[in-house]
């Protein structure tokens, strides 16, 4: 109580205080304006009205749809009737927006919505990454920091910790709660870690994620009483024995009753109903039955349900100043992976995610105030078609196996001098040599053309880029002597994470690191420079916001920036720009009567 009462005598102070600031400025431009003795002054009538804080909304809403691809929003719409129709209907829908880098991936895509910059400026370059040092693989958002624990609700007891520490700038709603006196609170959900925690930044009131079968959260976040109440009272595990079945008739649905090349979790099959039932269908809590939940239109209600609850619990929007929420549904993800975008499983959990969407926005509305809130919803990345789907069109797509990169590589140093492996690790389009040997190729020229043509003939290869070759920041406006993809990939590079040599796939070839003869555990993926992972959606809706459709190509690292002229912050580093052909113009005052020209000349 004496912490409130001090900071609104201290605001009142510095509201006093600007008054007497404005005074004297006024005083003084009215005693500088230059006069003859013939002229008499400007008349005071004309005087603009004063100028007043622009207001700002009382929260900000960022939804993120894990692997919504950006031609979703075109082919569903007409089939939606809750959340996702509303933000297209009363919200700005930017049709052409799509990740301008090659590392279309989840942790990548998160920390850009949430900076407003590109890997090559926040550093998050992937989902993982071979650490050099440590000579290892490193998760996004692992921290070694022995102090740093993951804590989980309602009795689970996670392993691990993870925050923020490798996003190498502060995200917007961080820089939010320290420009603006600290009153805003941050709170975050998602099923991912990597979502969950880029979304907030390094500290925040509450960032939570699902691991193991419970909701989580780590030591620089801290705890929040009503997830745990949530967390004991809606399990996910009270979602045991329900069924995912059809919500719309089935002549509605595009596709064929089962995806071609899909890889439906354990305990399913190709075909609808799914049933949430564990792997043998009879009835335990396995793993199995956690991966068919989060794979389910279930796992979007309960991250609903907890952001809902949030808004109450902490009557976010209701404060002095801009409160920060964001959700980030993942199952979109599990499902793309599993039964690929051409599925009706696709289809089908749209429509429900509409539905959530359409109970979130009904929430807010009566708790916050229609047009008091703003939203952004967006996606981390796209997909590709399943590879077996393709090719039934006569395209050239396929499977890039990326053991057989490695296999040739080793393969064509054996007549050089080069100790095995000298490859380290392939992660996504990333080749990491062993300590030394990529510096060793860089000045041997005959050994590292032959690394090169051996790259070059693993089927669907089409090019193959190296570390020097990107360690230079594009020049903006893009020079047109670089090819989109090299842009891509530069715009990816962070020195110290980033590979040693860039494998660009042919489009609708899979980047895959299954080992060779073993069977792929998925549908298909998504990670590189097409359009068919770059292109998302992205929407805004409410305060400040100029309903319409919008074609100009735009990318999602622009809703940072736009949420900060929302809210009158400034982002340190950023590559995004504030999508001003959305926002509406606040009515122009009207301009001082210009006064005569003093000294004709
Ligand atoms: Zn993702």
Redesign the pocket.
Do not use: F, L, P, V
């Given at each position: 109580m004496a912490m409130l009462s001090s900071r609104f005598m201290w605001k009142r102070i510095l509201f006093q205080r600007g008054m007497a600031v404005a005074a004297f400025f006024l005083a003084c431009s009215i005693s500088f304006v230059p006069r003859t003795a013939a002229q008499a002054p400007p008349p005071l009538a004309a005087a603009p009205k004063a100028l007043q804080t622009p207001a700002r909304p009382k929260l900000v809403v960022l939804l993120v749809v894990?692997?919504m691809r950006g031609d979703y929003v075109d082919k569903f719409l007409g089939q939606w009737t809750g959340g996702l129709k509303r933000l297209v209907e009363e919200g700005a829908w930017f049709r052409d927006a799509a990740y301008p880098y090659a590392a279309t991936?989840?942790?990548v895509?998160?920390s850009t919505i949430s900076t407003g910059a590109f890997p090559s400026t926040h550093g998050m370059v992937a989902?993982a990454w071979w650490d050099r040092k440590e000579q290892k693989m490193v998760t996004c958002t692992s921290d070694p920091d022995p102090s740093v624990k993951n804590i989980g609700y309602a009795g689970a007891t996670p392993k691990g910790a993870d925050t923020a520490w490798r996003m190498a700038v502060p995200s917007f709603a961080e820089e939010l709660k320290f420009q603006t006196s600290g009153v805003t609170r941050i709170v975050t959900f998602s099923l991912?870690a990597?979502?969950a925690i880029t979304m907030a930044g390094h500290k925040a009131d509450a960032a939570t994620w699902f691991d193991g079968g419970a909701w989580v959260t780590s030591s620089p976040y801290g705890t929040m009483p009503f997830i745990e109440e949530q967390a004991k009272s809606h399990p996910a595990k009270a979602d045991f024995g329900k069924t995912w079945s059809f919500s719309l008739p089935e002549s509605a649905y595009w596709y064929g009753e089962k995806a071609l090349g899909a890889v439906p979790p354990d305990g399913w099959d190709l075909t609808f109903p799914h049933p949430l039932r564990g792997k043998t269908g009879v009835g335990e809590l396995d793993s199995a039955f956690y991966e068919q939940w989060a794979s389910s239109p279930y796992a979007d209600t309960a991250l609903t349900e907890l952001a809902e609850k949030a808004v109450d619990a902490l009557k976010l929007g209701n404060s002095n100043g801009t409160d920060f929420l964001a959700v980030s549904y993942?199952s979109v993800?599990y499902v793309g992976h599993e039964f690929g975008p051409r599925s009706r499983e696709i289809q089908d959990i749209l429509v429900r995610l509409d539905k959530d969407l359409g109970n979130l926005f009904a929430h807010l509305d009566k708790k916050v105030g229609r047009g008091n809130y703003v939203v952004a919803l967006s996606?981390?990345?796209g997909v590709v078609p399943i590879p077996e789907d393709m090719q039934k069109t006569g395209a050239d797509a396929g499977v890039l196996h990326l053991p057989e990169v490695q296999e040739r590589i080793e393969k064509a140093l054996e007549s050089f001098n080069y100790a095995k492996p000298a490859v380290a690790r392939i992660a996504g389009s990333d080749v990491y040599f062993a300590t030394g040997v990529y510096e060793k190729l860089a000045a041997d020229s005959n050994a590292m053309n032959a690394v090169l043509d051996a790259i070059r003939t693993v089927p669907g290869v089409a090019a193959v880029y190296r570390a020097e070759d990107l360690r230079n920041r594009p020049a903006t406006p893009p020079s047109s002597t670089q090819s989109s993809a090299h842009r891509a990939f530069a715009y990816s590079y962070f020195p110290g994470r980033s590979g040693d040599l860039f494998i660009l796939p042919k489009p609708y070839w899979l980047l895959d690191g299954t080992p060779l003869g073993k069977p792929r555990s998925y549908g298909t993926g998504?990670g590189v420079p097409y359009n068919y992972d770059q292109h998302v959606p992205v929407l805004l809706m409410g305060f400040g916001i100029q309903p319409g459709q919008y074609f100009q190509s735009i990318t999602p690292a622009d809703i940072a920036p736009t949420f900060a002229a929302l809210c009158g912050i400034t982002l340190a580093s950023r590559d995004g720009h504030v999508l001003a052909e959305a926002l509406k113009k606040p009515a122009a005052p009207r301009a001082p009567a210009q006064p005569a020209r003093l000294v004709p000349r």
């Open positions: 894990d692997q991936e989840t942790c895509g998160h989902n991912k990597r979502a993942s993800d996606a981390d990345h998504h």
